[in-house]
């Protein structure tokens, strides 16, 4: 049976839509309020909804989803010009990145099992943050891509390079940032980044069949099954430089102050 979540008043149903259907927790991203983009009123939607899902251990599952055409058209960068138009300085801008790589650590700390249900277009931020979810379901018509370089962009958003490596795989990740390169579910399946492919009309089932023997285990098992294996991925990567990815994007925007002059 449906029932209103209590997870936190704060969280804004017109930047996405919660529903819970007993231990299992339905945020869907609402495109229509936007457009299709990660926002910041999306990211801040999100970290307070994760943020509530400490003091609810009821929760044991989160599906995330999106309720337009596409999963998620990547970050809103008309957001992060404005940011530097209003404060050149590029702290702003820093801060917005930030609040992106602490989105993706809560998807990764925390005790619920996410699962990321994916459709349409998955480009660039929204590829990021299906990333983090412990499992992904994918339609068979997904394009994914990863378009940062193209657009003169470190792929810097949320700290993800690292958990697509640990996922996919160093070489094929390298091809597809530097190249740009559109790909399809089948390849997505492939390289990892997605656990299982379906029909549209079928991704529900994909998902049920997950869902329903997850919520027969023991909880404590999950919880520390799911923070093993983290650790674990996290130990390939003997230096994390995530933290540094907002100070990356951001020079890319601010002009810098200690420019050489041009040659004579």
């Known amino acids: 049976m449906n029932q209103a979540p209590t997870v936190h008043p704060a969280v804004r149903r017109d930047d996405i839509r919660v529903e819970q259907d ?4 339905h945020v869907r991203l609402n495109p229509s309020e936007q457009d299709g983009t990660l926002s910041i009123a999306v990211l801040d939607a999100l970290l307070v909804l994760l943020d509530g899902l400490h003091d609810r251990p009821d929760i044991r599952i989160l ?14 960068r008309n957001e992060y010009q404005t940011a530097i138009v209003m404060d050149p300085t590029g702290a702003t801008l820093r801060r917005i990145a930030d609040k992106a790589h602490r989105l993706c650590q809560a998807l990764e700390s925390t ?5 990321a249900r994916l459709h349409g277009k998955v480009i660039g931020a929204g ?5 983090y979810c412990d499992l992904r379901a994918g339609a068979d018509t997904c394009r994914f891509r990863m378009p940062e370089v193209g657009l003169g962009l470190p792929p810097a958003w949320g700290g993800a390079m690292g958990r697509l490596i640990s996922e996919a795989g160093a070489a094929r990740i390298r091809e597809l940032m530097l190249t740009c390169n559109l790909f399809d579910a089948v390849t997505a399946h492939r390289l990892g980044l997605l656990h299982e492919v379906a029909r549209l009309e079928q991704l529900d089932h994909v998902i ?5 023997p997850l919520l027969r285990r ?3 098992a999950l919880i520390l099954t799911k ?7 996290r130990a390939d990567r003997t230096a994390d430089v995530a933290l540094l990815d907002s100070h990356l994007l951001a020079s890319q925007f601010v ?4 420019q050489d002059p041009p040659a004579r």
Do not use: K
Request: glycine residues 8%.
């Open 111 to 115: 005790h619920t099992i996410t699962i």
């Open 127 to 131: 590829l990021a943050l299906a990333a």
């Open 255 to 258: 002009p810098s102050q200690n």
């Open 208 to 212: 049920g069949a997950w869902t329903r």
């Open 22 to 25: 007993g231990p299992v927790l």
């Open 227 to 233: 923070r093993m294996l983290a650790s674990y991925a």
């Open 63 to 76: 599906i995330i989803s999106s309720l337009g055409e596409d999963f998620c058209l990547g970050a809103d």
């Open 218 to 220: 023991s909880p404590e």
